[in-house]
């Protein structure tokens, strides 16, 4: 597989009981790039980047993360794999700075005070680092996920509708931490349900509809949105 690859799929299936969720997707994806993902709810953009993530086992195919087979190796792919969804994996009896710190040494992170404290900051949280998680509200929840997220420092970075319940702070937070992650050269494969949102900063676009890939082109090209609109059956303006 050739080096430049920070994610390739081959003919993913997943099938849950008579269901299929995915029908078979193949897909390359280069480290550096940030790829959008448009599909309704239902069509297999989540569950394809959860099989991408290690987190749910797909029932066909081969995928590889920065070259290594996620079925035979997925602890040694989850190193450089960041994955925030709407379940943000956080202890909510916990504090953001305790929780970091928990996450700090399943990666075997050493000396992480300063990055956590650094992290905290980027995401606006500083000043609750010591309050329960439980009183957080939904935004501030996915803004600590954020920083779980880059906590390991990644090198592919997965969000599933990561701007769900941001207020427009948290939004002008994530979207400054993608900007810098992307500079930095990470690879970003984003969902989103909101075409402008999910094209801000995109290298590339796809659509997925019933369980495959239906579109696959640049953002700047105008047949992305007419793919949004024929598939995802929203009125979009030209």
């Known amino acids: 597989m050739p080096d430049t690859l920070a994610l390739e799929s081959e003919d993913i299936r997943k099938t849950f009981g008579h269901f299929t969720a995915l029908a078979g997707v193949t897909l390359t994806v280069k480290r550096?790039?940030?790829?959008?993902?448009?599909?309704?709810?239902?069509?297999?953009?989540?569950?394809?980047?959860?099989?991408?993530?290690?987190?749910?086992?797909?029932?066909?195919?081969?995928?590889?993360?920065?070259?290594?087979?996620?079925?035979?190796?997925?602890?040694?792919?989850?190193?450089?794999?960041?994955?925030?969804?709407?379940?943000?994996?956080?202890?909510?009896?916990?504090?953001?700075?305790?929780?970091?710190?928990?996450?700090?040494?399943?990666?075997?992170?050493?000396?992480?005070?300063?990055?956590?404290?650094?992290?905290l900051d980027r995401v606006g949280l500083r000043r609750r680092a010591a309050d329960p998680v439980r009183a957080f509200s939904r935004g501030l929840h996915q803004r600590l996920g954020i920083a779980r997220v880059m906590l390991h420092d990644p090198s592919v970075i997965m969000l599933d509708e990561p701007y769900t319940g941001l207020d427009?702070?948290?939004?002008?937070?994530?979207?400054?931490?993608?900007?810098?992650?992307?500079?930095?050269?990470?690879?970003?494969?984003?969902?989103?349900?909101?075409?402008?949102?999910?094209?801000?900063?995109a290298s590339r676009a796809v659509?997925?509809?019933?369980?495959?890939?239906?579109?696959?082109g640049s953002p700047k090209d105008s047949a992305i949105r007419d793919a949004y609109a024929a598939y995802i059956r929203v009125g979009v303006a030209r």
């Open 207 to 216: 659509v997925i509809d019933r369980g495959k890939i239906v579109f696959e």
């Open 32 to 119: 550096g790039e940030f790829l959008a993902v448009f599909g309704r709810n239902g069509a297999g953009k989540t569950t394809f980047l959860k099989i991408a993530a290690t987190l749910v086992r797909h029932t066909h195919g081969k995928l590889r993360v920065e070259g290594i087979d996620i079925r035979e190796e997925p602890e040694k792919a989850r190193r450089h794999i960041g994955f925030l969804s709407h379940n943000t994996y956080l202890y909510r009896d916990l504090s953001p700075v305790e929780n970091l710190r928990f996450f700090s040494r399943l990666y075997g992170i050493p000396d992480s005070e300063e990055r956590i404290m650094a992290l």
């Open 168 to 201: 427009a702070n948290a939004v002008e937070i994530l979207n400054q931490i993608l900007d810098q992650a992307a500079a930095a050269g990470k690879t970003i494969i984003l969902t989103s349900h909101d075409l402008e949102q999910g094209l801000r900063a």
